[in-house]
């Protein structure tokens, strides 16, 4: 594994342990040129599927897409990075059990509002305003009526 500090190649795993719920094992390792810690995380290569967009393109599966926009909507809210982490596993693995070879983006979408209402709802509101894409002030607040009717998502009997 490379350095990050120092791009030395050569490294020494000082600790392992289980994360994400057994889906991932992290390492912490230090680097044989600059001694100093870094830490690593191993997870199964999954064959994931294709995303297929509203306008019909379809691209892969890519976790970090997710992850960027959760840490924009998590922006100065007391969300830890663990938190962002899990719920992007818990799309990766409600994505891969689905066992379809595409999915249709806003199935992704609404998995990742659904997770994030229950963990934060500021930021629930800015990841709606972006995903759903509000034209008027009147779409924004029937969301948030319906965040204050039901704060913990239980619309439709979920």
Known sequence: MRCP???????????????QEGH????????????????????????????????????AFDRCKIQEGLERACQKRPVSREQID???????????????REVQSHVLGEAVMEFLRDLDQVAYVRFASVYRAFTDVGEFMSELEGLARDPAGRRGGR
């Open 5 to 19: 500090y120092c791009g030395h190649l050569e490294d020494r795993v000082v600790d392992s342990r289980e994360a």
């Open 24 to 59: 991932a094992t992290r390492r912490r390792r230090m680097c044989l040129g600059c001694e100093r810690r870094f830490t690593t995380y191993e997870r199964v290569e999954d064959l994931l599927p294709q995303v297929v967009k509203k306008d019909g393109r379809r691209e």
């Open 86 to 100: 899990e719920l992007v596993s818990s799309v990766e693995r409600r994505v891969q059990e689905l066992g379809e």
